[in-house]
C-alpha cells in the first residue's frame, strides 16, 4: 500500500511517465508509486529492514502527557521518506524518555504517528555505552578521522568495545525481525560499520547494502586508526557499499588494498574478499522535491514573516541553516562576511545575515570550542558595523521547525554553504528548491558532495575569504534573468535526481548478481 502522496512537481519541472517495462530502468523511478512498485519487483518477496543510528522519531514526556516527535533533518529523514513509501522496517537507537513506554514486546511501534506506514524497531543501550559508542568513537574517532578539517581524532579502546558492543545489539536486534525469513538490510553511516559482516555470520544469504553518508579519506589519514582493518572488513560483508563521491569510492578501495590481501575488479567497481565480492560505487542522494514543495505551499511567504519570528527588518537577506559542527565552516563564513563588508561598505545597513545553528554534542570538547568560537565572531562582526536600527549578523541557536526554514529559504537572496568537507550537504539542495528562481543564489563548498551535481551554483573555496567574499557580491548584484537560469537548471537536476531514483539506484546496486555468493 502506497502512504507516501505522489505530489505532482511544478509545472517548469518534467512530468515523468508510469513505471515500465524493466523494475530496472532508472528513467522511470521518480514518483513514491514508481518506488513502491520497483521494490515489490525487486527485493522478491525480501524484509525490508533500514538500519541507522538515528531513529526518525522520539517519543517525549511533558505536561501534556507522552507525545512523538519527529527528529530534524539528517540522513534518518530521507529513509523516512523512503520507507513511509515502501513500507518496511527502521532499526535504530532509541533517544526519546518515553520511548520505552511506548513501544510493544519486540521493542516496535508504527509511525508516523498521523500514517503509519512502517514499523520503527527500537534498539536499547546503556548510557556508558551511549557515551562511548556515540559521544566517544562515532564522533570523536571516526567523524574527525573521515573530514578533512584538521581536527586531531582520538582512540580509546574502551571505546572500541562499546562501538562494537552496540553494533551487536543492532545485529541482534535485525535478527530478530529476520527469524528464519530472507532480508533486504539497508545499513547506513560510519556508526554501523561492523554491522554488515556481523549480519553476514548469522544469515550468509541475506542481501546487504551499506550506505557511507560522510567522506572517506586516504589511507595516508586513515592509516592512522588502530582498528582500521577490523572496520574495512566490516564493511566488507556487504554486497554493496554506496558513497557519495567518486574519490571517496577511490579512498576505501585504495584502504582495503594496502591492508587487506583482496582482488579489485574494474567493472563493475568491486572487491573480492575472502570469496565474498562487495561493489563499490558512488551513488549520490537525493532530495524528494515534491515533499518539499508540498511543505513550502501554494501561499508564498511574505518579509513579515522574518519580522514576526526574530524581529527585524532587511533589505538584502542571506541565509545558512547548519548543525554547529566544526565540518560546516562557520567561522570561515563569518570571515567571509566580515571581509564583503569591508570590500563593499554599499551593502552596511541593507545586508542582513540569518544564521540558524541548531545545537550539537555540546558536551564534546571540540564542539564546545567551535560554538564559542561562532558566538564570539557573531559578537565582534555585529559590534564593528552594527548600529542602532541594524545588525548584521541574526544568530538564532536552535532548531526550528523544518517547514518553518524552506519558508525562509524562499524569501532567502542568497544561501551559504560552507563546508570544509561534507558528504552530501541537503541544506544546498533545500535551498536550491525553495528559492525564487529570479531573486535568490546559492553560495556552495566545493567540497561538498552536492558540488558535483549543483554546478549551476555559485562554487566557492571557503579557506579563500577573498575569493568568497567576491562571490557573495556577486551572487547579490547578479543579474535576475542569469539567476533564473541558473535556478532553473538546479531545480531540474534536484527534481531528476530525487530521493526515489537514489532509493532505486542504491537497491539495484545491492541486489545485482556480482554481490552473489
Known sequence: ???????????????????????????????????????????????????????????????????????????????????????????ALAAGDADSETVDSNNRVMVPPEDPSYTLKRVFIKKKELEGFYYGFANQTLWPLCHAVFVKPIFHNSWWQDYVTVNQKFADAIGEELEDKDGFIWINDYHLALLPTMLRRTHPKIKIGVFWHIPWPTYEIYRICPWRKDIVTGLLGADFIGFHRGYHVDNFVECARRDLEIIVDSEPRSIIYKEHTTKVSNVPAGIDYSEIMHELGNKKPTKQIIEQDFGFTYEKLGIGVDRIDYTKGIPERLKIIDRFFE?????????????????????????????????????????????????????????????????????????????????????????????????????????????????????????????????????????????????????????????????????QNTMSESGER
Open 1 to 91: 500500500m502506497i502512504k507516501r502522496k505522489n505530489i505532482a512537481f511544478l509545472s517548469h519541472v518534467i512530468q515523468y511517465g508510469q513505471y515500465s517495462v524493466s523494475p530496472y530502468s532508472m528513467a522511470a523511478i521518480k514518483t513514491p508509486k514508481d518506488l513502491t512498485q520497483f521494490v515489490k519487483v525487486a527485493l522478491k518477496g525480501k524484509k525490508f529492514i533500514v538500519a541507522i543510528q538515528r531513529e526518525a522519531y522520539i517519543h517525549t514526556k511533558s505536561a501534556l502527557g507522552i507525545t512523538m516527535e519527529k527528529t530534524a533533518g539528517g540522513a534518518h529523514s530521507l529513509l523516512d521518506g523512503i520507507l513511509q513509501t515502501t513500507g518496511g522496517t527502521m532499526v
Open 343 to 507: 570590500k563593499y561598505p554599499d551593502f552596511l545597513g541593507k545586508f542582513t545575515y540569518l544564521l540558524i545553528g541548531a545545537p550539537s554534542r555540546l558536551h564534546i570538547p571540540a564542539y564546545k570550542a567551535i560554538n564559542h568560537e561562532i558566538s564570539d565572531l557573531v559578537e565582534k562582526i555585529n559590534w564593528k558595523y552594527g548600529n542602532g536600527t541594524w545588525t548584521p549578523i541574526q544568530y538564532v541557536n536552535k532548531i526550528l521547525p523544518r517547514e518553518r526554514i524552506f519558508s525562509y529559504y524562499y524569501l532567502a537572496d542568497i544561501c551559504m554553504v560552507t563546508s570544509l568537507d561534507d558528504g552530501m550537504n541537503l541544506v544546498a539542495k533545500e535551498y536550491a528548491i525553495c528559492n525564487q528562481s529570479d531573486k535568490g543564489m546559492l553560495l556552495l563548498s566545493k567540497f561538498t558532495g552536492a558540488a558535483k551535481d549543483m554546478k549551476s551554483a555559485l562554487l566557492i573555496n571557503p579557506y579563500d575569504i577573498e575569493g568568497s567574499a567576491i562571490a557573495l557580491y556577486h551572487a547579490l548584484s547578479m543579474d535576475s534573468k542569469e539567476k533564473e537560469k541558473r535556478n532553473k537548471e538546479l531545480k531540474t537536476v534536484l527534481a531528476e535526481n530525487n530521493i526515489y531514483t537514489w532509493g532505486m539506484k542504491f537497491i
